[in-house]
């Protein structure tokens, strides 16, 4: 509070407050439907918004994930290439530069990195990987909101395929 000035709210990190909803999920009884259902809605808003919004900065951070991508699934190096991965949606997530739904994207990209472990499906999401990641990247660089949307979709739909095939 600022006498004559008014109230005012320090910058707050939104995912902080998403974070207890990690700990409401069961992982025993993991509902792969739900988290990836969740994922398309957001992830696709993200990048359809990202599409729109991104600037030559974020285009380039996000064709250097690509590449390291690229690498990773050529020395098969599923560590390196998860972490790139989940750096890719992130980096996406802030391109659409919409806090809330970077907040929402972080703790549920916990959950499925939860889901990813649970399963033990690594090394299977590499047949894929670069082709579904360049896509994305592809209509985000174009600036097609609705292909970047169909894109993230269809990735997703493909990674819940992985996981439960």
Same mark, same amino acid.
């Given at each position: 509070?600022?006498?004559?000035?008014?109230?005012?709210?320090?910058?707050?990190?939104?995912?902080?407050?998403?974070?207890?909803?990690?700990?409401?999920?069961?992982?025993?009884?993991?509902?792969?439907?739900?988290?990836?259902?969740?994922r398309?809605?957001?992830?696709?808003?993200?990048?359809?918004?990202?599409?729109t919004?991104?600037?030559?900065?974020?285009?380039? &951070?996000?064709?250097?994930?690509?590449?390291?991508?690229?690498?990773?699934?050529?020395?098969?190096?599923? &560590?390196?290439l998860?972490?790139?991965? !989940?750096?890719?949606?992130?980096?996406?997530?802030?391109?659409?530069?919409?806090?809330?739904?970077?907040?929402?994207?972080?703790?549920?990209?916990e959950?499925?990195?939860?889901?990813?472990?649970r399963?033990?499906?690594y090394?299977?999401?590499?047949?894929?990987?670069?082709?579904?990641?360049?896509?994305?990247?592809k209509?985000?660089?174009d !600036?097609?909101?609705?292909?970047?949307?169909?894109?993230m979709?269809?990735?997703s739909?493909n990674s819940k395929?992985?996981?439960?095939g």
């Amino acid at each position: 509070i600022k006498q004559g000035k008014g109230t005012f709210v320090k910058t707050v990190d939104l995912g902080l407050f998403m974070k207890p909803l990690f700990q409401l999920i069961d992982f025993e009884e993991i509902d792969v439907e739900s988290i990836y259902t969740a994922r398309e809605y957001i992830e696709g808003g993200t990048a359809f918004l990202a599409a729109t919004r991104r600037t030559d900065f974020e285009l380039t &951070v996000l064709r250097n994930i690509l590449q390291n991508i690229r690498q990773c699934i050529a020395d098969q190096d599923i &560590v390196k290439l998860y972490e790139y991965d !989940r750096a890719f949606h992130t980096e996406v997530a802030k391109a659409s530069h919409n806090q809330i739904l970077l907040s929402i994207l972080q703790p549920l990209e916990e959950i499925d990195s939860a889901c990813v472990k649970r399963f033990d499906k690594y090394m299977t999401t590499l047949e894929n990987c670069y082709k579904e990641h360049y896509d994305i990247f592809k209509a985000i660089e174009d !600036r097609d909101g609705e292909a970047a949307r169909q894109a993230m979709i269809d990735h997703s739909r493909n990674s819940k395929t992985v996981l439960l095939g």
